[in-house]
């Protein structure tokens, strides 16, 4: 099992920043990506960005050259730093945990943070 736990979220003035950060415990060494996501009310989550064990990231079109997504091994911690942020960017962020078991997959999920932007 993995435990997310995420912070960092809140009220922010369009064109602002807001770092999440996600804590990650448990059974991490099984990990292959961790990556955010955001949902809104009625809405399909959506990826945000992700990175992989060998530290390659991904990011939705609608973020790339704002948000960057990095890790810290020593801390077991990924955060996603958003910059620039605009309305439409507000939304609940959750945090992802991969693992990868052959063709399968198996999905952990935080609790989420709420992402505010005020315009």
């Known amino acids: 099992q993995v435990q997310l736990v995420e912070s960092g979220g809140g009220l922010v003035q369009a064109g602002g920043s807001l770092r999440l950060s996600c804590a990650a415990s448990?059974?991490?060494?099984?990990?292959?990506?961790m990556g955010w996501y955001r949902q809104a009310p009625g809405k399909q989550r959506e990826l945000v960005a992700v990175?992989?064990?060998?530290?390659?990231?991904n990011y939705a079109d609608s973020v790339k050259g704002r948000f960057t997504i990095s890790r810290d091994n020593a801390k077991n911690t990924v955060y996603l730093q958003m910059n620039s942020l605009k309305a439409e960017d507000t939304d609940v962020y959750v945090c992802?945990?991969?693992?990868?078991?052959?063709?399968?997959?198996?999905?952990?999920w935080g609790q989420g943070t709420q992402v505010t932007v005020s315009s």
């Open positions: 992802n945990a991969r693992r990868v078991i052959g063709p399968a997959v198996r999905d952990y």
């Open positions: 448990g059974n991490i060494i099984s990990i292959d990506v």
């Open positions: 990175i992989r064990s060998d530290s390659s990231t």
